[in-house]
């Protein structure tokens, strides 16, 4: 239940008094919901965050009202219900109702509420909704419109209100901004390299920064604010002016010695008028780990067609190119003419920089007819490397016919014979004349 509007308004005078006594434990221990900040230039729409920043007290629905000034700002008509509102990760994410209306000029009514469920959620800190308005077009830049909470209230989990002196709302506002801006976009944050083998060091990935406004914009530093010395600026092509509508790119070597997790921040320092001063996490793990491979590579194997009676065999290995051992085994199904060597259904240890020899064979045996065919399937994993997984699909053939290689003569014999064939035509040409 939430309180009534005069209920509320007799109480929201107790709550600034009280939070002017309050210390500022008392303060961080409420729950708080902040309304941001838009802007945009005359004849722009804007977008302005709503943010539950703390839920200290199972908080899971709320209502309150945002005043505005109709004569410089509208209410947006793309959002639900009042066409004003969108929602956010916050609500969305365990199916809270969100609506909105607009009670009368210059007020925005705003109502969550809990979803049906047992137990009921409270509502996740982030953002709730964003709210769309319009700057009129006959607004002389700069200004800022004051987007001021009244009649608020929170209901919790158990169905009862919040004590008006554990919660805080925000004020927020809206921009308008003189002529042409530039505004700064950096992504991706955060700029993730995931798990690297510490054998495959250094790795390099790449921020890019954007100019998305109407204007150009200075990029006055590029710099990184630590806590980690792994990573490093490789490349910055950033710093200098950056065009309405380009981009530039900033390269980031990630380089440790040991095992362990990393972590530093990229900032940006710039004129733009927008997000001026972008910034960005930067993660990464260094670990030794295996990186197994296999040749022949996984798919098709033939070992083509095999007398009967008996066998052909092709080789093949397992290498680690990692720093790290790693065990790997095979299951091997199919006809028992095709075999392994050694048995590959491990696991088998392949130490770092290392390989193991395996070969495959298709014994044909003395009852097998010509034609007849066998396949089987050789399938390998590692619990080290889970990237090394697949199958070779086997197969062989029958024949009972035994190719015996043709004689031949090399260039010096048919020499020595066609010198011999003189030979004996000149003599026999003499016995015949005598």
Not at 77 to 99: D, F, I, M, R
Not at 420 to 426: A, K
């Amino acid at each position: 239940m939430f309180h009534k509007m005069n209920v509320l308004a007799m109480t929201k005078g107790l709550v600034a008094g009280a939070f002017l006594v309050s210390s500022a434990s008392l303060f961080a221990q409420q729950s708080e919901i902040e309304i941001g900040t838009g802007s945009g230039q005359p004849g722009d729409s804007v977008s302005v965050p709503v943010t539950l920043n703390a839920n200290n007290h199972d908080v899971t629905s709320t209502n309150f009202d945002i005043a505005f000034d109709d004569t410089s700002l509208t209410l947006g008509t793309t959002g639900v219900s009042c066409g004003a509102v969108q929602p956010g990760a916050a609500v969305q994410a365990n199916g809270h109702g969100l609506n909105c209306s607009e009670p009368s000029a210059g007020t925005l009514r705003v109502l969550i509420t809990a979803p049906i469920a047992s137990p009921v959620p409270p509502l996740p800190t982030g953002e709730l909704f964003t709210i769309l308005m319009d700057i009129d077009g006959a607004v002389t830049p700069p200004d800022t419109f004051p987007l001021t909470v009244s009649n608020e209230s929170m209901g919790d989990t158990a169905g009862g209100d919040v004590d008006p002196a554990d919660y805080n709302f925000v004020d927020g506002s809206v921009e308008a901004l003189a002529g042409p801006q530039s505004e700064l976009a950096l992504t991706p944050d955060p700029l993730a390299f995931g798990t690297v083998d510490l054998g495959n060091m250094p790795q390099t990935d790449t921020f890019t920064l954007e100019n998305t406004g109407a204007a150009d914009a200075e990029v006055t530093s590029v710099t990184l604010a630590g806590p980690d010395g792994e990573f490093t600026i490789a490349a910055d092509n950033c710093t200098g002016t950056l065009a309405a509508g380009a981009s530039c790119t900033i390269d980031i070597e990630f380089n440790a010695a040991a095992n362990g997790t990393y972590s530093n921040q990229i900032d940006i320092a710039s004129d733009a008028n927008v997000n001026p001063n972008p910034s960005a996490d930067i993660t990464g793990s260094a670990d030794s780990v295996a990186n197994l491979s296999v040749n022949p590579a996984f798919g098709p194997v033939d070992l083509g067609t095999v007398v009967v009676g008996s066998s052909n065999t092709a080789n093949g290995s397992v290498s680690n190119n990692g720093s790290a051992d790693g065990e790997f085994s095979c299951t091997l199904g199919g006809d028992p003419e095709i075999t392994t060597n050694p048995d590959l259904s491990g696991p088998i240890n392949v130490p770092a920089g290392g390989s193991v020899d395996f070969s495959l064979t298709c014994a044909v045996p003395d009852t097998a007819a010509e034609g007849d065919t066998f396949s089987a399937t050789l399938s390998c994993s590692s619990e080290d490397d889970p990237e090394f997984s697949g199958t070779h699909d086997i197969s062989c053939g029958a024949t009972e016919f035994v190719q015996y290689p043709v004689p031949t003569m090399s260039k010096v014999g048919m020499g020595i014979l066609a010198l011999l064939m003189v030979m004996v035509g000149g003599l026999s040409v003499r016995f015949f004349r005598t």
